[in-house]
């Protein structure tokens, strides 16, 4: 950018004439605009102005040099303006990362619909459930659960995940329905890996009351559709995230079970590279995804409205 400058300087005293004049344009001093010509006299090795009481005026080659110059600067100011008009325009490239349940049920249809309203864009939607290093990876925005880690990165709070404990009804005519979570130590629990690691559920009851109950079963997953499947299929009762197990409560395949009792919510973020120079696609496309995790959010179809 330094040699930009120069450039500009330089250009700007042959269409002027004048040191002073060039100076005073471009708000700096006329002994700094002196020594910065210079300067680029000697890395050049060419006499570029000739200097007399009345001006100055170029030289052969510094007159050829003005010319090349003016051309970088045109290109220079038009790359400018390409950057800031795709800055401020919904347009272009969006890498989204996200979990695989999360992505295949919620943000597929969300991504849809922004992409309606926004013909100019080009989505990548990546889903994988391990941690994605957003600046290695080149993505733009990541939707990430829970409590986020202190770091650079910028981050917008989109609303929060309730879970909620299921079973099949054929299970629950077999095995009895837990009343109370103690009761849960002693059913079949299908574990999720991931978040439930340590086989222990929290819960938040009436009057506010906590219980914390340590659950076992035959089957762990990281994935949680293994898991809804296997709720379904009436291997065990399941703590899965409403927006997993709402259709198949909605359709009778699954039963809440302890609905006093609540599992902690997690909250759900949108993150991105940077807080700053955010770009309008990535700025504009985190403002309307906190359009759309209002109250009951997880109970939105599954398929994109047209």
């Known amino acids: 950018m330094e040699n930009i400058q120069a450039m500009r300087l330089?250009?700007?005293?042959?269409?002027?004439?004048?040191?002073?004049?060039?100076?005073?344009?471009?708000?700096?001093?006329?002994?700094?605009?002196?020594?910065?010509?210079?300067?680029?006299?000697?890395?050049?090795?060419?006499?570029?102005?000739?200097?007399?009481?009345?001006?100055v005026t170029p030289?052969?080659?510094?007159?050829?040099?003005?010319?090349k110059?003016?051309?970088?600067?045109?290109?220079?100011?038009?790359?400018?303006?390409?950057?800031?008009?795709?800055?401020?325009?919904?347009?272009?490239?969006?890498r989204i990362s996200t979990s695989v349940a999360f992505g295949r049920r919620v943000m597929a249809p969300l991504v849809?619909?922004?992409?309606?309203l926004n013909p100019g864009l080009q989505v990548d939607l990546s889903c994988d459930d391990r941690y994605v290093d957003l600046?290695?990876?080149?993505?733009?925005?990541?939707?990430?659960?829970?409590?986020l880690a202190d770091s650079t990165l910028g981050s917008r709070h989109l609303g929060l995940n309730p879970w909620v404990v299921v079973a099949s009804h054929?299970?629950?005519?077999q095995h009895g329905t837990p009343r109370t979570p103690k009761d849960l130590a002693s059913?079949?629990?299908?574990?999720?890996?991931?978040?439930?690691?340590?086989?222990?559920?929290?819960?938040?009851?009436?009057?506010?009351?906590?219980?914390?109950?340590?659950?076992?079963?035959?089957?762990?997953?990281?994935?949680?559709?293994?898991?809804l499947s296997a709720a379904r299929a009436g291997f065990g009762v399941a703590a899965l995230p409403r927006y997993v197990a709402q259709e198949s409560i909605d359709s009778g395949a699954l039963h809440t079970v302890l609905d006093a009792w609540h599992l902690p919510q997690q909250e759900v973020h949108a993150v991105y590279p940077s807080p700053k120079l955010v770009p309008a696609k990535v700025s504009q496309f985190i403002e309307w995804l906190q359009g759309q995790f209002g109250p009951d959010w997880w109970a939105r179809p599954a398929s994109p409205q047209k």
């Open 187 to 227: 059913h079949d629990a299908l574990i999720y890996s991931t978040v439930q690691g340590d086989a222990r559920w929290h819960f938040n009851g009436p009057q506010g009351r906590a219980a914390s109950v340590a659950v076992r079963g035959r089957l762990r997953s990281n994935n949680l559709s293994m898991l």
């Open 69 to 94: 110059c003016k051309l970088i600067l045109h290109h220079v100011d038009e790359a400018a303006s390409v950057a800031a008009l795709l800055q401020t325009q919904v347009q272009g490239a969006l």
């Open 135 to 147: 600046v290695e990876q080149g993505v733009d925005v990541a939707i990430r659960m829970g409590r």
């Open 10 to 55: 330089f250009v700007r005293v042959v269409d002027l004439g004048s040191f002073s004049k060039a100076a005073a344009e471009l708000g700096m001093g006329q002994p700094a605009a002196t020594k910065q010509v210079r300067r680029m006299e000697t890395q050049l090795g060419a006499r570029l102005l000739h200097r007399s009481t009345r001006g």
């Open 112 to 116: 849809m619909q922004f992409m309606r």
């Open 170 to 173: 054929d299970y629950l005519r």
């Open 59 to 67: 030289t052969e080659i510094g007159l050829l040099y003005c010319e």
